[in-house]
Nanobody, 118 residues
Framework: VQLVESGGGLVQPGGSLRLSCAASGFSFSRYSMSWHRQASGKERELVARITSVGGGTNYVDSVKGRFTISRDNAKYTVYLQMNSLKPEDTAVYYC????????????WGQGTQVTVSS
């Protein structure tokens, strides 16, 4: 299993970024995918999750209405569209999958830094 995040960077408050996570090594369409973030000095938190079937989504309250998670099963990629960014969104963002279904463990990418600052 390999997860590779990209798309982070420095953006001003109110700006937008789109993160991508390219997955390989497993049957991508069969698994829920999630984005997490970890700010400096804080614990890692779940930001958004998308299911394998039907593409149902859920979000942490702090990003509802601003972030959108989506997936392209043909491209083995999950996205996180982030709008109206705030300084408190500054963190390293990680892609995650729990695999395999029979005995799941968490797999993480290397992370991508998002910094929201003027």
């Amino acid at each position: 299993v390999q997860l590779v995040e990209s798309g982070g960077g420095l953006v001003q408050p109110g700006g937008s970024l789109r993160l991508s996570c390219a997955a390989s090594g497993f049957s991508f369409s069969r698994y829920s995918m999630s984005w997490h973030r970890q700010a400096s000095g804080k614990e890692r938190e779940l930001v958004a999750r998308i299911t394998s079937v039907g593409g149902g989504t859920n979000y942490v309250d702090s990003v509802k209405g601003r972030f959108t998670i989506s997936r392209d099963n043909a491209k083995y990629t999950v996205y996180l569209q982030m709008n109206s960014l705030k300084p408190e969104d500054t963190a390293v963002y990680y892609c995650n999958v729990r695999y395999p279904a029979s005995s799941p463990r968490a797999y993480w990418g290397q992370g991508t830094q998002v910094t929201v600052s003027s």
